[in-house]
């Protein structure tokens, strides 16, 4: 059963800093492009930033400069750092597993990040 967990959202004032990770199922982790994605109420779920077994990442453009996302590959977690914090990036989180094909989609359950004075 494939599980990603994530942890460290939370309450933060603009300007501020936080780091979510997401640990990840051994099986699935070390053959997946891993990633963060974010849905504020009324939106759509977005990218916010992916990283690809090898290294290889992409951000969302509302991001760049001010996240960085990166994984161990020891401990199958995959880490969102979050520094310049905007009241727009307040959102529910989520962290999410793409193997290659045919295998599968995961999701984790969330976690709140609210940025706010």
């Known amino acids: 059963q494939v599980q990603l967990v994530e942890s460290g959202g939370g309450l933060v004032q603009p300007g501020g800093s936080l780091r979510l990770s997401c640990a990840a199922s051994?099986?699935?982790?070390?053959?997946?492009?891993m990633g963060w994605y974010r849905q504020a109420p009324g939106k759509q779920r977005e990218m916010v930033a992916t990283?690809?077994?090898?290294?290889?990442?992409n951000y969302a453009d509302s991001v760049k400069g001010r996240f960085t996302i990166s994984r161990d590959n020891d401990e199958n977690t995959v880490y969102l750092q979050m520094n310049s914090l905007k009241p727009e990036d307040t959102a529910v989180y989520y962290c999410?597993?793409?193997?290659?094909?045919?295998?599968?989609?995961?999701w984790g359950q969330g976690t709140q990040v609210t940025v706010s004075s």
């Open positions: 999410n597993a793409r193997p290659p094909p045919g295998i599968g989609l995961y």
């Open positions: 051994r099986s699935i982790f070390s053959i997946s492009s």
């Open positions: 990283i690809t077994p090898g290294g290889s990442t």
